[in-house]
């Protein structure tokens, strides 16, 4: 039966593939994966400076790519399905973030932890064409601060879980457990941020 040494044994023989994976994951949009990567730290088959390392690295080349999509947007005749989505994205970041252009640094940060806002926000700082060096110092506080937070809930996990248990099929299942009571309170938290700027208006 495949149990979680097996499992450990496994990952630590193909290692390169999972932070291949992770860096991937990172790059599109991964905290889940971050989060995973940090319970397998805390088995022993990654390395937990590495997973950081790693995360952190393809976080910030997500962010560039994201705001150099909303810059290459900024021009005329695009598709009508476009031109909504950035007004969605507008709306999103307007309606969250009011000083947006004021404080850059706190509205990038916040973003990064209000659950569906993160692309919204990247996108529109590369349409308003935000000086990029100023962007570039917001998402890298943002992004250390974002990957030390999952990376530690995952090791946590990952602590929590096999104090529990040792058997696979219940550690997956406490694992999955934690990260949708994860989500829905950043779920939460970004209901509550939006009331809380709703009745400030």
Known sequence: ????????????????AAYAVLFVAMVIEGETFLIVSA???HLGALSLPLVAAIALVGVL?????????????????????????????????????????ERPILS?????FVYGTNHATLIFAGYIRMHFPLFMK????????WVAVFAAAGYLFGYVAIELTNRLSV??????ALIALLVSL????????????????
Do not use: C
């Not at 044994?9 to 390169?16: D, I, K, N, R, V």
């Not at 476009?82 to 252009?101: D, I």
């Open 1 to 16: 039966m495949f149990g979680l040494d097996a499992l450990i044994s496994f990952l630590e023989a193909h290692a390169l």
């Open 39 to 41: 319970v397998l730290a």
């Open 61 to 101: 080349i997500g962010d560039v790519l994201w705001y150099f999509l909303g810059a290459a947007l900024k021009r005329e005749g695009l598709p009508v399905f476009v031109l909504r989505l950035l007004s969605m994205a507008e709306t999103v970041v307007r309606r969250l973030f009011p000083r947006f252009e």
């Open 108 to 112: 990038l940060s916040l973003a990064k």
């Open 138 to 145: 917001a998402e890298v506080i943002a992004s250390v601060i």
């Open 171 to 176: 550690f997956l299942l406490i694992i999955v």
């Open 186 to 201: 950043q779920k939460a938290l970004a209901l509550y941020y939006e009331k809380k700027k709703k009745n400030e208006i």
